[in-house]
């Protein structure tokens, strides 16, 4: 079975642009879960979707959002970016009911 | 608040030691507990985890955790460390409503030979 698969791998962007993300869950899995990670705050938790429907979201600004499409395939969009949005940017996958997360190999964006 | 703890941000061993990494956690739900590795440029690969049951909880790759609640504690350890266990180590608990994990700073650690 593949496991979670995040595009594209690497991107840099400026300061202001806007950028979308997108992880493809393991098959069956219905809930996705989006993580920041960056050196200094370590790693936190975006947002969770389960069946198109946002059913958790972290502490991050509005220019922070996602989507889920009813194949279970999520993406999440940064509007107006800024330097301290440069991280790694983590998506997880879960069966429905279950807590253990399987994660894909993450986005590492770059905001000049 | 509900938060995790890893006491060390390095740690160093020399390959063939025994290896103990801490982790504290505060949670107001039943906790689900969680270890994640993480070599440089890549995702999180799940360790182990406890749900219930056992305290004593084996993992993948040699290692294993025990849940201590009177002590808020879930510690990894691995009695023989390879030169390959080099990578971050992230202690994470879950549970109650909310479907999405926290996770604690990670411990790095450098292996010796």
């Known amino acids: 079975k593949a496991g979670v698969t995040q595009t594209p791998r690497y991107l840099i962007k400026t300061r202001g642009q806007q950028v979308t993300l997108s992880c493809s869950p393991i098959?069956?899995?219905?809930?996705v879960s989006w993580y920041q990670q960056t050196p200094g705050q370590g790693l936190q938790f975006l947002f969770e979707?389960?069946?198109?429907?946002?059913?958790n979201k972290g502490n991050f600004p509005g220019r922070f959002s996602g989507r889920q499409f009813s194949n279970s395939r999520s993406e999440m969009n940064v509007s107006t970016l800024e330097l301290g949005d440069s991280a790694l940017y983590l998506c997880?996958?879960?069966?429905?009911?279950?807590?253990?997360?399987?994660f894909g190999p993450g986005t590492r964006l770059t905001v000049l | 608040a509900q938060s995790v703890t890893q006491p060390d941000i390095h740690i160093t061993v020399s390959e063939g030691a025994s290896l103990e990494l801490r982790c504290n956690y505060s949670y107001g739900a039943t906790p689900y507990l969680f270890w994640y590795v993480q070599s440089p440029g890549q995702g999180l690969q799940l360790l182990l985890k406890?749900?219930?049951?056992?305290?004593l909880v084996q993992g993948i790759k040699g290692f294993e955790a025990e849940f201590k609640r009177s002590q808020s504690s879930f510690n990894l350890r691995k009695p023989s460390v390879h030169w390959s266990d080099a990578a971050e180590y992230f202690c994470a608990v879950g549970g109650g409503s909310q479907g999405n994990l926290i996770f604690g700073k990670g411990t790095k650690l450098s292996v010796k030979p």
């Open positions: 098959s069956g899995h219905r809930s």
């Open positions: 997880a996958s879960s069966r429905t009911g279950d807590y253990e997360q399987f």
């Open positions: 406890y749900f219930s049951g056992d305290t």
């Open positions: 979707y389960f069946s198109e429907t946002q059913r």
